[in-house]
């Protein structure tokens, strides 16, 4: 009895620190985001792959990355030094979480690059980011 309670624990523990994989689901992550659940996406556009994963949520604070996995063919040719340069970097975000709560297209509004990306995205990848997904 003692063990199956350790492996019950054991499990719960697994669980609860398990990033949910949506694939190529912006929907189901962003569903998972509303639920303050680790998660990740892949955004594939045109040969450009961002991964972005929520990696939880801190103080009222969600954190959100964007990685880089690869870049088109096209800004390749375009910019060599730049892609280089962005893949397998990652740009974090320190969303609060009463913007999440409070509009649901907040990801969108990040994905295309309003003001809020600006205001709560740092990293030194911030411009090439930008270039990269209007590629």
Request: net charge negative; glycine share 6%; hydrophobic share 35%.
């Amino acid at each position: 009895m003692k063990y199956i309670l350790i492996i019950i624990l054991i499990g719960l523990i697994f669980i609860s620190g398990c990033t949910i994989d949506c694939g190529k689901d912006l929907d189901c992550f962003k569903e998972q985001v509303q639920n303050y659940n680790k998660a990740r996406v892949n955004i594939i556009n045109e040969g450009t792959n961002i991964r972005i994963t929520c990696r939880g949520v801190s103080k009222d604070i969600c954190l959100i990355s964007f990685k880089i996995e690869e870049v088109s063919e096209d800004l390749r040719q375009e910019d060599p030094i730049s892609a280089k340069i962005v893949v397998g970097k990652t740009l974090n975000c320190n969303i609060p979480l009463e913007v999440l709560e409070q509009d649901e297209d907040y990801f969108d509004k990040i994905l295309s690059f309003e003001e809020e990306f600006d205001q709560y995205c740092t990293g030194p990848i911030k411009d090439i980011l930008i270039k990269t997904i209007e590629t």
